[in-house]
């Protein structure tokens, strides 16, 4: 009875707390915490004398760079963006609030550059009708540094980091230096041949080329990518959306990882010198290698499709049988006339499809002023080390009763010989060329433009 009794007590005294006492446990209620989140958010943002460098990946599409200048007493945010040279170039501005939405939230209320990579209007930035690039307009705080602030996109959860821009920086931006910088290293990588970087691994040096997609197209603009044979010989790649700085690019998310290596920027070394950096601060200079990194056998039906051999006696990288078989096989198709007068050997056309491995030869043989081709339809197989065998299918009408006067170039050496591939450097143009080789006759070489 005494235990029931002294329970009931210590109930009674509990019961008799008021709610306040407990709230003593705590800092603040949730709706102050809350204010205070809002108040912080947005005195930071509009307190930056300078403004705030941002960067934007967008969930279906690629990376997007920002100067954004927040005006307190207008509720105005000024800002330029990097996707097309007008936003570049010239300021946009819209409005902007902070409010209470599980924290602090930011949204800009009116349409601006970041509004561009929402619109659900494929006429607007090319995005996908309904979705845009997915991307968001409204975004929650997360969290903030001595010089930075970060979001969240409220709705497809990507990261919208702020950095405090320098007086300088704020200068550039707004002197129109977005535009130069921009294509300053857009221009860098159209006349760099076959841009790569060196990474050591183990004994070895490996060659990484590197390219950048500059268009703003939902499924690949916007990105660098890295392609390149790694130690075992196999095709190593990496991918990473991006966004333009005043002094280079980064690369959003987690980087650009490639060979287990985690790239995090690219930045101007010096006026023309341009260089990767990983995360520990180890700088990778941009260089230019003559030809294609990877072997043309590996690229052939994927990443070209096409070689194309000219209409001419002789080339540059033709071989001295290749050009005594061709002129016998001009000599031969001449005897034809279809009814506009002889038939002529021009181009051949040798096109790829690495999946299927199929060969598809036409030769261009144009009689008169009508157009005519012929049409040769072939299997292969390439081994390890990149050694073609031909085997020609079965003929058309046609095929089958010219091709004995195309023998000297079809029948005794494309379709009997196996043959290696390779690049080829025009000497004059400097353009890069394909160049078939005989194995078993090995003057018997040409060579035709990549597609």
Same mark, same amino acid.
């Given at each position: 009875?005494?235990?029931?009794?002294?329970?009931?007590? &210590?109930?009674?005294?509990?019961?008799?707390?008021?709610?306040?006492?407990?709230?003593?446990?705590?800092?603040?209620?949730?709706?102050?915490?809350?204010? =205070?989140?809002?108040?912080?958010?947005?005195?930071?943002?509009?307190?930056?004398?300078?403004?705030?460098?941002?960067?934007?990946?967008?969930?279906?599409?690629?990376?997007?760079?920002?100067?954004?200048?927040?005006?307190?007493?207008?509720?105005?945010?000024?800002?330029?963006?990097?996707?097309?040279?007008?936003? *570049?170039?010239?300021?946009?501005?819209?409005?902007?609030?902070?409010?209470?939405?599980?924290?602090?939230?930011?949204?800009?209320?009116?349409?601006?550059?970041?509004?561009?990579?929402?619109?659900?209007?494929?006429? *607007?930035?090319? $995005?996908?009708?309904?979705?845009?690039?997915?991307?968001? &307009?409204?975004?929650?705080?997360?969290?903030?540094?001595?010089?930075?602030?970060?979001?969240?996109?409220?709705?497809?959860?990507?990261?919208?980091?702020? &950095?405090?821009?320098?007086?300088?920086?704020?200068?550039?931006?707004?002197? $129109?230096?977005?535009?130069? !910088?921009? /294509?300053?290293?857009?221009?860098?990588?159209?006349?760099?041949?076959?841009?790569?970087?060196?990474?050591? *691994?183990?004994?070895?040096?490996?060659?990484?080329?590197?390219?950048?997609?500059?268009?703003?197209?939902?499924?690949?603009?916007?990105?660098?990518?890295?392609?390149?044979?790694?130690?075992?010989?196999?095709?190593?790649?990496?991918?990473?959306?991006?966004?333009?700085?005043?002094?280079?690019?980064?690369?959003? $998310?987690?980087?650009?990882?490639?060979?287990?290596?985690?790239?995090?920027?690219?930045?101007?070394?010096?006026?023309?010198?341009?260089?990767?950096?990983?995360?520990?601060?180890? =700088?990778?200079?941009?260089?230019?290698?003559?030809?294609?990194?990877?072997?043309?056998?590996?690229?052939?039906?994927?990443?070209?499709?096409?070689?194309?051999?000219?209409?001419?006696?002789?080339?540059?990288?033709?071989?001295?049988?290749?050009?005594?078989?061709?002129?016998?096989?001009?000599?031969?198709?001449?005897?034809?006339?279809?009814?506009?007068?002889?038939?002529?050997?021009?181009?051949?056309?040798?096109?790829?499809?690495?999946?299927?491995?199929?060969?598809?030869?036409?030769? /261009?043989?144009? /009689?008169?002023?009508?157009?005519?081709?012929?049409?040769? /339809?072939?299997?292969?197989?390439?081994?390890?080390? $990149?050694?073609?065998?031909?085997?020609?299918?079965?003929?058309?009408?046609?095929?089958?009763?010219?091709?004995?006067?195309?023998?000297?170039?079809?029948?005794?050496?494309?379709?009997?010989?196996?043959?290696?591939?390779?690049?080829?450097?025009?000497?004059?143009?400097? !353009?890069?060329?394909?160049?078939?080789?005989?194995?078993?006759?090995?003057?018997?070489?040409?060579?035709?433009?990549?597609?």
């Amino acid at each position: 009875m005494k235990k029931i009794i002294y329970l009931f007590m &210590v109930l009674l005294v509990f019961a008799s707390c008021k709610k306040s006492n407990f709230d003593l446990a705590f800092d603040e209620l949730p709706e102050a915490r809350t204010q =205070e989140a809002i108040a912080k958010v947005n005195t930071t943002l509009t307190t930056a004398p300078n403004g705030w460098i941002a960067t934007l990946p967008t969930q279906a599409g690629g990376g997007y760079g920002f100067y954004i200048k927040f005006d307190a007493a207008t509720q105005v945010v000024k800002m330029y963006g990097d996707m097309t040279t007008a936003a *570049s170039t010239t300021a946009g501005t819209s409005t902007f609030r902070v409010k209470a939405n599980a924290g602090a939230e930011l949204i800009f209320d009116t349409y601006n550059f970041i509004s561009l990579l929402d619109d659900p209007n494929p006429a *607007s930035f090319g $995005g996908v009708t309904g979705s845009g690039h997915k991307s968001d &307009v409204e975004f929650i705080y997360d969290h903030s540094t001595a010089d930075s602030i970060i979001f969240t996109g409220k709705k497809y959860r990507q990261p919208f980091k702020l &950095v405090k821009a320098t007086a300088a920086q704020k200068a550039i931006y707004e002197a $129109g230096g977005y535009t130069t !910088a921009i /294509d300053k290293f857009k221009n860098f990588f159209a006349t760099t041949k076959n841009p790569y970087i060196d990474i050591v *691994s183990g004994q070895k040096t490996l060659k990484a080329g590197i390219t950048f997609d500059f268009s703003t197209s939902v499924t690949s603009g916007k990105r660098a990518s890295f392609t390149g044979l790694l130690a075992d010989e196999t095709i190593g790649s990496g991918s990473s959306k991006y966004a333009f700085k005043l002094d280079g690019v980064d690369f959003l $998310g987690d980087g650009l990882v490639y060979n287990g290596i985690t790239f995090v920027k690219a930045l101007w070394k010096d006026a023309t010198t341009l260089a990767l950096y990983d995360t520990s601060g180890k =700088e990778y200079i941009i260089k230019s290698n003559p030809s294609p990194l990877l072997p043309l056998y590996i690229l052939i039906g994927s990443g070209y499709k096409t070689v194309i051999v000219p209409n001419a006696t002789t080339y540059p990288g033709w071989g001295a049988d290749f050009i005594a078989r061709r002129a016998l096989a001009v000599n031969g198709l001449s005897r034809w006339n279809i009814g506009a007068g002889s038939l002529r050997f021009q181009s051949m056309n040798f096109s790829f499809n690495d999946v299927t491995k199929k060969l598809v030869l036409v030769i /261009d043989a144009p /009689d008169g002023t009508n157009a005519f081709s012929l049409t040769f /339809d072939y299997t292969y197989t390439k081994s390890a080390d $990149g050694v073609f065998k031909f085997t020609l299918g079965a003929l058309g009408g046609n095929e089958s009763a010219i091709g004995p006067d195309l023998a000297p170039v079809l029948a005794q050496r494309i379709n009997v010989d196996t043959f290696t591939m390779d690049y080829f450097t025009h000497p004059t143009t400097g !353009a890069t060329l394909a160049q078939f080789k005989s194995v078993q006759n090995p003057t018997f070489t040409f060579t035709g433009s990549l597609q």
